[in-house]
């Protein structure tokens, strides 16, 4: 039987909401035009999970200026992005309420920053479920891949990293979940997603947010008979 966890830890963007295509499209044309040779695909494996500061970090190490506001024009257009269009991963909400029934804590740690969640949360009716337990990027020195992030939020938490569950679905999570010292399930249900960069960086898949709370010692919450691939 698989032991519970003591908190649940989601990744927001790709496990609650579901901004990654229209996140990196818009990622991949302002690199275009800035003179960084791109793709979305490409932005797709090279950027998710990351931080908007990181990837800044990353293009100008490559020669090509971005410019000192970008991060700042980047967030500034994120309400126009996401206006109307962000939806909830599938069946997350009914996990996420599963885990309130059963009292067992949770919280988000993402990449983005708080403001970005309310967006995203907020457009998807997911943001009551989250009050007060958002934890961002900006709050550590070290984004993702780095485990700072996750420590940081276990301990604000008040819970020990080996009594944590990460959700991800990126490769940089992945990494920075298991480097914290706790067990990472990596949401596979974006076709665009790198399962074998998952797998290969210790994430134990599932492409069915359905398959999530029998995957943490809740029991099944819908007639769902999904197979758990083990890393």
């Known amino acids: 039987m698989t032991m519970r966890p003591g908190l649940v830890i989601f990744d927001c963007d790709g496990v609650l909401v579901d901004t990654e295509t229209l996140s990196n499209r818009r990622l991949a044309e302002w690199l275009c035009a800035a003179g960084y040779d791109t793709t979305y695909e490409r932005c797709r494996r090279q950027f998710v999970g990351r931080s908007m500061r990181s990837v ?13 506001d970008f991060v700042e024009r980047w967030n ?11 939806q909830p991963i599938p069946h997350v909400r009914s996990q996420v309420e599963a885990l309130r029934r059963a009292g067992m804590p949770y919280c988000v740690a993402s990449s983005a920053r708080i403001t970005k969640m309310h967006l995203t949360l907020g457009a998807t009716g997911l943001l009551p479920l989250f009050e007060g337990v958002l934890f961002s990027a ?7 891949p780095f485990p700072d992030l996750f ?3 276990a301990a604000t938490m008040g819970f020990a990293p080996g009594d944590c569950v990460v959700i991800e679905d990126s490769v940089p999570g992945t990494i920075a979940g298991i480097a914290a010292g706790m067990r990472v399930l990596s949401y596979c249900g974006d076709p665009q997603g790198d399962r074998d960069g998952l797998a290969a960086a210790g994430g134990e898949l599932f492409d069915d947010m359905r398959e999530l709370a029998g995957m943490i010692g809740l029991g099944q919450t819908h007639p769902f008979a999904g197979t758990v691939e083990r890393a």
Do not use: I, Q, T
């Open 76 to 86: 500034a257009g994120l309400a126009d992005l996401f206006a109307d269009r962000v």
């Open 56 to 68: 800044k970090e990353e293009v100008e190490a490559s020669g090509v200026l971005l410019g000192d």
């Open 138 to 144: 900006s709050m550590v020195e070290r984004g993702k």
């Open 151 to 153: 420590l940081h939020a």
